[in-house]
């Protein structure tokens, strides 16, 4: 009898992780990639939301161009970067990697690129790229140009908070390539009224960067300004804004990217602007450089870079509503709302950019 | 003789007193505290002592029992274990396997399982019902109890903190100042009596209410309401397919929390038969899990952060005025049992000597599963206050928290061969870890906080540890 129960409540408990695993399958598949073309692979810095409209775009890309895509997601280390890199060079089919470096100047990333380069792969850095002097590792790179960023961001605080302040900026790594360049872009942006007090670094840990936003607001009362660098900094700031509408009525939030769970923040003006970059296009345009330099289709390179070896996707300032002061103020910008930038996002089928 | 034998009973009462972890835990917590209250302004301490201190704000005293309450739930779990002689190294990736899996549960599976038809929604409820018995079974019955009682414990904490919340709103109005002055503190430390009064009352109701069913019963009765939960689940999940992550019912939530409770559960129980069966270390089985289990987090969620926005969900993790009853509760329950139980005597002296132990008829592989499924309870639970504080789910969360949470455990005084310990001194541990910390972060100007931290925290350790070796474990 009692054997009997027990193989019962076993072959039941098999059943739930059978079904649990079963649905697990059904729940995270990617979208198949396009049967023909050459095989491409994107490989990311980290898992961050923002990679999902990279993704989007990739797809996009692929179909309209013809191109087999996939993306694999790296961990956030760059010791992960390197090894999903020698596994892109044990495919013999793969023609083509898109590569956001982890860290601009890091030996294992770019030997590692130089490698594939060498195995007859082509190699562009999008996103995030390689020091300048490491540039023969790849061979372009689209993405946002991050001081530029940066100074945008810096105006849209200047334009909310005329007077200046103290400035706290929020950070996953402060010595990363396009952590330093907005950084200083936004100081140059916002001009001599904005001091910075401290750099908070949580090293991607998303609960860490709750915890610096909680430390900044305790160490500095007289904080007017606080800055996120990275995508998941913005609705960690937040969070910590919509706990404290005391705190959120005397200082200005102004941050890069929109995570899904900060259009919410946005809506709620619980951020006064955020500074996009655009990677649908980062991802749309990756497969399109990739194809024409796999097939050496200079007319296809040639409308992606231009004339030069990287092309800026530009940004777009995103704001709660249409009395922000950014939206009028802010000369030869692209100012949204958060409600035209919910269209545009439901138009290309994405949740966050 | 000893020499305390010749001291009268008051002085070796005084001197009890003295010896106890707890007690050099607290004056070290004093000492910190008083020398950030110090540092900060400088020498000019004494002359000015209207000095603005960040670390003495009630902001900070919120995100300190915030932080505090969340790792609270790990080091309280991992001490269970430490002192009935284990360790348990998979709790970070417990944490984020939990918060993947409650994600997936609420946003895509439950509901994809509710539109697939009646089958496989049956199917599902009875497999949950299953492996509740099959979990009740390895437990026994004081274990079953005392995962029972702590269930009903925090469920009796969250109906007390919503309705004292909901209480204190009507009777607020428009703003704390209406209650300002003497007012306010009354009313909040009437809310908490009542607050506590609830849980006692739900605790002493499931109590008496388990002394009258035989522990067969117990258990089909906990696999029933189990199912009941997750047909509700499903049939709200059914009824709103496309809800979107914001608009969740609250019985696809409690679906969710429960299941994942489960899992927790059955992870715990899983590394008890890796020790017990295949007769594995407990470090290696636990180190295995470590790393297979975040390979399953990342496998669930396709390495991708998941967005959960429902309040209900988020408010009992990102609100510390959920977390921290939760966490006291959950300490206050299980120091209890440690200390008076008959099961606590036992986890003692499970750590202290397992052959012995054997030998006297304990029952030892029961034990261990009991003290491995209450950690991995409270880590998975952990993983949704998590989930809930940063509103996402995400396979890379809770990267060496098991290492903070053994950290914490050990300044409290437990000690890694085991059977020596308590709950008290973990959470002191804990408290005086999290002071040294956020103290650090807030006090240290030239230093970035988050380069010297560790640094900080490597020498707390050594002087706790130290001291308890030095003054208390040769007693």
């Not at chain 1, 992780?17 to 980290?46: E, H, Q």
């Not at chain 2, 952990?382 to 053994?406: D, H, K, S, T, W």
Request: with cysteine; glycine share 12%.
């Amino acid at each position: 009898m009692t054997l009997r129960w027990r193989n019962g409540a076993v072959a039941a408990a098999l059943a739930a992780l059978a079904t649990v695993a079963g649905c697990g399958g059904g729940g995270s598949a990617t979208a198949p990639p396009s049967a023909d073309g050459p095989k491409v692979v994107f490989i990311t810095n980290s898992n961050a939301d923002w990679w999902n409209a990279v993704e989007k775009g990739m797809q996009d890309g692929g179909a309209e161009f013809g191109c087999q895509v996939t993306m694999r997601r790296n961990d956030g280390q760059t010791q992960g970067q390197v090894e999903k890199l020698r596994e892109v060079l044990s495919m013999p089919d793969v023609q083509g990697v898109a590569v956001s470096v982890i860290e601009a100047d890091a030996p294992g990333v770019v030997d590692a690129m130089r490698e594939l380069q060498k195995a007859g792969k082509v190699v562009i850095a999008i996103d995030s790229d390689v020091a300048e002097e490491f540039a023969d590792a790849r061979a372009a790179y689209i993405g946002t140009n991050n001081v530029k960023a940066g100074q945008t961001a810096g105006k849209a605080a200047a334009l909310l908070r005329p007077g200046g302040g103290k400035t706290a900026v929020f950070v996953g790594t402060a010595s990363a390539a396009n952590a330093r360049e907005r950084k200083g872009g936004f100081f140059e942006g916002a001009g001599e009224a904005f001091d910075e007090v401290e750099t908070f670094e949580d090293g991607g840990n998303h609960q860490r960067a709750r915890e610096n936003v909680q430390s900044a607001l305790s160490k500095y009362p007289e904080l007017d300004v606080l800055v996120g660098l990275w995508s998941y900094n913005a609705p960690q700031i937040a969070e910590e804004m919509a706990n404290a509408p005391k705190v959120r009525d005397r200082v200005t939030v102004v941050t890069f990217d929109l995570d899904e769970a900060a259009r919410r923040h946005i809506a709620e003006g619980n951020i006064d602007a955020t500074v996009c970059q655009n990677p649908y296009e980062m991802g749309r345009l990756g497969v399109k450089l990739l194809k024409g330099l796999i097939e050496e289709e200079d007319a296809m390179v040639h409308e992606v870079l231009l004339d030069g070896k990287t092309r800026d996707t530009g940004v777009r300032v995103v704001v709660p509503s249409v009395e922000s002061p950014v939206k009028e103020g802010l000369e030869g910008e692209e100012v949204m709302t958060i409600d035209e930038m919910n269209s545009w996002l439901e138009s290309k089928g994405l949740k966050s950019t | 003789m000893s020499d305390d034998a010749n001291r009268s009973p008051a002085a070796r009462g005084l001197l009890a007193i003295l010896r106890a972890p707890e007690t050099g835990l607290a004056v070290a917590i004093l000492a910190v505290v008083a020398l950030i209250y110090a540092v900060d302004p400088g020498l000019s301490f004494v002359s000015n002592p209207a000095y603005p201190r960040a670390f003495f704000t009630g902001y900070n005293a919120q995100t300190l029992s915030h932080s505090t309450a969340l790792y609270g739930f790990l080091a309280v779990g991992v001490a269970v274990v430490i002192v009935a002689g284990g360790i348990d190294l998979s709790i970070g990736s417990v944490v984020a396997l939990a918060a993947v899996v409650a994600a997936k549960l609420m946003l895509d599976w439950l509901p994809e399982i509710a539109t697939a038809g009646l089958v496989p929604s049956a199917l599902f409820v009875i497999a949950a019902a299953g492996l509740t018995l099959l979990l009740a079974r390895l437990l026994g019955s004081h274990g079953g109890a005392v995962v029972a009682l702590l269930v009903v414990a925090l469920i009796a904490t969250v109906a007390a903190t919503k309705l004292g919340l909901r209480l204190l709103e009507s009777i607020a109005g428009d703003g704390d100042e209406a209650l300002a002055g003497l007012a306010y503190p009354a009313v909040l430390a009437g809310l908490y009596l009542l607050g506590a009064l609830i849980v006692a009352a739900s605790v002493g109701g499931a109590l008496a209410l388990g002394r009258l069913m035989k522990p067969r019963i117990a258990a089909i009765v906990c696999a029933i309401v189990v199912g009941l939960l997750v047909a509700a689940g499903l049939r709200s999940a059914g009824l709103h397919p496309e809800a979107g992550d914001r608009e969740l019912g609250m019985p696809v939530i409690a679906a969710g929390l429960a299941l994942t409770g489960l899992l927790g559960l059955g992870i715990g129980a899983g590394h008890a038969v890796l020790i017990n069966r295949f007769e594995l270390p407990a470090f290696i089985a636990t180190l295995a899990t470590l790393a297979g289990l975040r390979s399953l987090a990342t496998i669930l969620s396709d390495n991708r952060q998941i967005t959960v926005g429902a309040r209900a969900f988020r408010d009992l993790g990102s609100d510390y005025r959920y977390t921290l009853p939760l966490f006291l509760t959950v300490a206050a329950l299980l120091s209890l049992v440690m200390g008076t139980t008959v099961l606590g005597r036992h986890l003692y002296a499970l750590g202290g000597n397992e052959s012995a132990a054997r030998l006297s008829g304990l029952p030892t592989r029961r034990l261990k599963t009991v003290a491995y499924a209450i950690s991995g309870l409270l880590a998975a639970l952990a993983g949704l206050l998590f989930c809930g504080n940063a509103g996402q789910a995400n396979p890379r969360m809770g990267v060496a928290y098991e290492l903070f949470a053994i950290t914490a455990a050990v300044v409290g005084g437990c000690s890694l061969a085991g059977g020596v310990g308590s709950i008290r001194g973990t959470v002191l541990g804990l408290v005086l870890i999290q002071i040294v910390i956020k103290g650090t972060g807030l006090v240290v100007e030239e230093i970035d906080p988050s380069q010297i931290e560790g640094l900080v925290l490597g020498v707390v350790v050594v002087l706790a540890v130290g001291f308890n070796q030095r003054f208390r474990l040769k007693h």
